[in-house]
């Protein structure tokens, strides 16, 4: 008589056990009961989980390691003699207040959604989305006006900086905007449920670029 294998992916249904197969395109990562869901203890959390969470945890730190590197370059590089001040786009403001609101309303889509109500959250996630592209809009006319001024990439080395920072955090923005675009249109055809882990990682992704940009704007105004 074969032997019946422990690791098997089929459930008891006497048990109430559920299978620990996750199939890759349903994007719900979502826990089973018997997990707890707790990351400080790899033992208790789901194996999909932990990676999310520690590779999410890994490439913030990567990005954050990467622009200070270039605000590093840019104080190593300065000129001995002075510059001209670099025009400031005053378009930067409603810039920072719209990708604020981003995350507001991402924040607030997320809690509705972990509170099972996932109506509301499909419009907070979509409206959190279509302020981060609202805010790529805004980078676009910031560099229209620093070009109307004269300002180009090699002009100086402060607008050579400005450039590279700006597009750099940009490039992240779309990468996140994607993310975001994908956990709403997940949401929106009803493929996550109330215990997925990535709309909290998507939020958390979000929300550590909010800061980025915030880092940089200080860092941009004092070194114009």
């Known amino acids: 008589m074969p032997e019946i294998d422990s690791k098997s992916s089929v459930a008891n249904p006497a048990s109430g056990s559920r299978p620990v197969l996750r199939l ?14 707790n990351d400080h203890n790899r033992g208790n959390a789901s194996p999909s ?6 590779g999410l945890r890994l490439a ?3 990005v954050a390691v990467f622009f200070i590197a270039l605000c ?9 003699q002075g510059t001209p001040e670099l025009p400031w786009p005053s378009i930067l403001w409603l810039n920072t207040a719209i990708i604020l609101g981003s995350s507001i309303c991402l924040q607030s889509g997320l809690r509705q959604f972990q509170s099972g109500k996932t109506a509301t959250a499909r419009w907070a996630w979509s409206g959190a989305a279509l302020l981060g592209g609202l805010f790529l ?34 490039v992240h923005i779309v990468a996140g905007l994607i993310l975001l675009i994908l956990v709403a249109g997940l949401l929106w055809v009803g493929r996550l449920r109330a215990q997925s882990a990535l709309p909290g990682s998507a939020a ?18 004092f070194q114009r």
């Open 204 to 221: 958390a992704l979000w929300h550590f670029l909010d800061g980025v940009w915030l880092f940089l704007l200080v860092w941009l105004w």
């Open 49 to 54: 989980l932990f990676r999310l969470r520690w």
């Open 137 to 170: 809009a805004g980078q676009w006319r910031a560099w229209g006006e620093l070009r109307q001024a004269g300002y180009y990439a090699a002009t100086t080395p402060g607008s050579a900086f400005f450039y590279l920072l700006t597009v750099a955090h940009a």
């Open 72 to 80: 590093a370059a840019q104080v190593l590089s300065r000129p001995s």
């Open 24 to 37: 890759p395109w349903r994007g719900d990562f979502t826990l089973p009961p018997h997990y707890g869901g």
């Open 60 to 62: 913030m730190a990567a």
